[in-house]
């Protein structure tokens, strides 16, 4: 491990905390069997995982291959808080760079604060005037944080009012098995329907029947009582 490696791990562990590591590793299901299964925590909360992000904001490309690798779950959102500070101000050749990066690490971006951090402001970045099909190929991925950053990479388009393919993966996710893919899809369609509720409506009345029921809760979250109780029965 080269030297800033060494120094920026130094610089993270400084904020570590037992207890936290402690509540963390229970927070995000690390048990046999749960979706988190095996995962490693220090006990770094995000606040200060950005201060060490900015310090070290320049990190290589190779240091952030390695260091998204780690078996440390605060020293892979560290990795991925940089790509998304990179990304921010690379120009086209780097933002394709840490683009293809950020793909070829999917396994190591394996749990929902991983993705919901980084997926919007990287890959749906990157999409937003290009050709978005990979979505839809991650989408059918038997890795479910693949799906996961299919979906929540829409939510770049969203806030740019292009709602297609947020409505596109959410069908294609109706009979994911996953209740975190039904809650990261609910949660989409409520962005959408917090630009345009009748595009969110017209979803909802064709699919609310079959829809799962996390999925649709957190689709209807702001709607009022009463519209809410119609689309529950």
Do not use: C
């Amino acid at each position: 491990m080269n030297d800033t490696l060494t120094k920026l791990k130094k610089r993270l562990r400084d904020f570590a905390s037992k207890e936290d590591a402690k509540f963390l590793q229970r927070f995000f299901k690390t048990g046999p069997g749960q979706y988190g299964e095996g995962d490693v925590f220090i006990g770094v909360r995000v606040p200060d995982n950005r201060k060490v992000a900015k310090e070290f904001k320049d990190l290589s490309m190779s240091d952030l291959n390695i260091l998204i690798k780690s078996p440390i779950h605060e020293e892979r959102l560290l990795a991925l808080i940089i790509i998304t500070f990179q990304f921010a101000k690379a120009d086209d050749k780097n933002q394709k760079l840490l683009f293809d990066l950020y793909l070829s690490n999917t396994k190591s971006i394996n749990n929902w604060d991983l993705v919901d951090l980084s997926a919007p402001n990287v890959v749906g970045a990157y999409l937003l005037n290009r050709d978005r099909s990979i979505l839809f190929k991650m989408a059918k991925s038997k890795l479910l944080w693949d799906r996961r950053i299919a979906v929540v990479a829409t939510h770049y388009f969203i806030r740019n009012n292009s709602f297609d393919h947020t409505l596109k993966i959410s069908e294609m996710l109706l009979e994911d098995n996953e209740d975190l893919m039904h809650k990261a899809a609910g949660w989409m369609l409520r962005e959408v329907g917090k630009r345009d509720v009748e595009v969110l409506r017209g979803f909802l009345n064709k699919h609310h029947k079959i829809m799962p029921r996390t999925m649709l809760r957190y689709a209807i979250e702001k709607f009022e009582e009463k519209e809410r109780k119609s689309y529950l029965k």
